[in-house]
């Protein structure tokens, strides 16, 4: 069977198209971006009356959004242990309940909205395939939260496991039905790039919108300063493979170990998820390949379908980054660093961002601030990338005629597997004729020699 490389939520639905911006317009609200982000902060906004516009580069959920999994959970991998030991209990039980509380506000709204988009509640599964200890651990740093979760020794993987952490009742869906009901009514241009924002303009070559408030969905925001974002986090690309022939469980999984599977079905299609790795780097170890063999070793009957990738924003500190985007634009507001699971995260941004643009007091701003600073969490995570980067830019200013990437100058690495030249610093991607695929570029690959 012929392997289609596309995901299965942009396969099974078509969302209706929209015009470019008309001309220049005034606004409440600018948001930047119509992924999972940028759309339920516009929806919630609108509930409350703002006059909101959204601008979209591409298509509506033409970004990452279209190529995620789609589980909705707080269960973050092997997450509380290391945010009790990072921030104190206080802080670990916000994070879980701001993630808790995002599922139960996707089904109000799949609810409300009377949207059809494959929402289930689903057991969510911790698993390890080496280590007893580490699961009990977690279960215990889970529990001392509050989170409602046990440890199974067996599962329904068809491969041996030592155990697993269930958090049950969590969710999944499909993220483009999803997005289509709740865009329905919204103000969307598609096809207008945002160009440049100067204070409350926003500039897109159609014209520009004036707004009071603006927000920077566009999964890594494209200014270098003020914000300085650059510097808190990189990007992980990871892989879906879409398996048929496989006998259908209950629940969704996620490995505890490096280079460990997800796990979610999709009405007869089981997503299998992995190859992770920093974009830019590793790409002979990680990607397609490495997540083939995985899933042949542990799923020798199943059949590949279709394949896709995405990439996400890992901040250094574990926690995304969320709120006003700087001191000095204390009218822009930013969500980025979603760390993979951006559909708890979008919908925590949507509800502070909104809540701090309607003057509402939420009770998770402070923890996901970007005003923020957690220095001794973030160092080590932090000198790393500073490494990257100078290697990346010397590189560039010692090599004639390699290709750099148009956002600081670092040196691009070919991905062969995907046929993309690929930015190790930051993560920006282009394709081999040097057109832009993925920000925070914004702007065509240059030659260093130009
Ligand atoms: C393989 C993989 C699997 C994942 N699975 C899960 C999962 O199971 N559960 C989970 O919770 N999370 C998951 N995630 C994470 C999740 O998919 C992302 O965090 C989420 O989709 C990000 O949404 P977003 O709106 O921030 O970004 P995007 O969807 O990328 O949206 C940003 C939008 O901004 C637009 N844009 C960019 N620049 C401009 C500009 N200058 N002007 C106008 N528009 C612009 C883009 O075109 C894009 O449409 C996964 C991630 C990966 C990589």
């Not at 911006?21 to 992924?35: C, H, K, Q, R, S």
């Amino acid at each position: 069977m012929e392997i289609i490389m596309e995901s299965i939520w942009s396969q099974t639905v078509q969302i209706d198209k929209r015009e470019h911006l008309p001309g220049d317009t005034n606004a409440d609200v600018a948001v930047i971006g119509a992924g999972m982000a940028g759309l339920i902060t516009a929806y919630l906004l609108k509930k409350q009356g703002k006059n909101v516009v959204v601008l979209e580069a591409d298509r509506i959920a033409g970004g990452q959004t279209k190529n995620t999994t789609a589980k909705i959970t707080s269960q973050h991998g092997a997450i509380y242990k290391t945010l009790i030991e990072h921030y104190g209990r206080e802080k670990a039980q916000l994070y879980a309940r701001a993630n808790e509380s995002a599922i139960d506000a996707y089904e109000k709204i799949i609810y409300d909205e009377g949207i059809d988009c494959h929402f289930k509640r689903e057991n969510s599964y911790l698993y390890s395939t080496v280590d007893e200890n580490s699961l009990k651990e977690e279960l215990r740093a889970a529990a001392s939260l509050g989170i409602k979760s046990y440890l199974v020794k067996l599962t329904k993987l068809p491969f041996p496991v030592k155990g697993a952490v269930c958090f049950p009742e969590q969710a999944q869906f499909h993220p483009l039905e999803f997005l289509r009901g709740i865009s329905r009514d919204i103000q969307i241009y598609e096809n207008t790039k945002a160009l440049k924002v100067n204070g409350h303009s926003v500039i897109t070559k159609w014209g520009t919108v004036k707004a009071q408030h603006i927000v920077f969905a566009t999964h890594y925001p494209f200014p270098i300063v003020p914000g300085f974002y650059f510097a808190r986090q990189h990007q992980e690309r990871s892989y879906v493979l879409a398996i048929k022939g496989i006998e259908k469980w209950d629940g969704m999984y996620y490995c505890m170990e490096e280079g460990g599977l997800s796990l979610r079905w999709y009405e007869d299609v089981l997503l299998v998820g992995g190859g992770a790795h920093r974009t830019g780097m590793k790409y002979s170890e990680c990607g397609y390949s490495a997540l083939r063999r995985s899933a042949k070793q542990l799923l020798p009957k199943g059949e590949e379908v279709a394949a896709w990738a995405a990439q996400d924003c890992i901040t250094h500190d574990e926690l995304p980054l969320i709120g006003t985007f700087s001191v000095l634009r204390p009218y822009w507001y930013v969500a980025t660093g979603l760390k993979k699971w951006g559909m708890t995260g979008s919908m925590i941004s949507a509800e502070i961002i909104s809540d701090i643009i309607c003057g509402i007091e939420n009770p998770y701003a402070k923890l996901f601030s970007p005003k923020r600073c957690h220095f001794f969490a973030a160092r080590k995570k932090l000198w790393r990338d500073i490494k990257i980067s100078m290697a990346g830019l010397k590189r560039g200013w010692l090599n004639e005629g390699v290709k750099r990437c148009s956002h600081m100058g670092c040196v691009l690495k070919l991905n062969k597997e995907e046929g993309t030249w690929d930015c190790p610093c930051h993560g920006s991607r282009f394709k081999r004729d040097g057109s832009l695929i993925d920000n925070p570029a914004q702007t065509n690959f240059r030659k260093s020699c130009e």
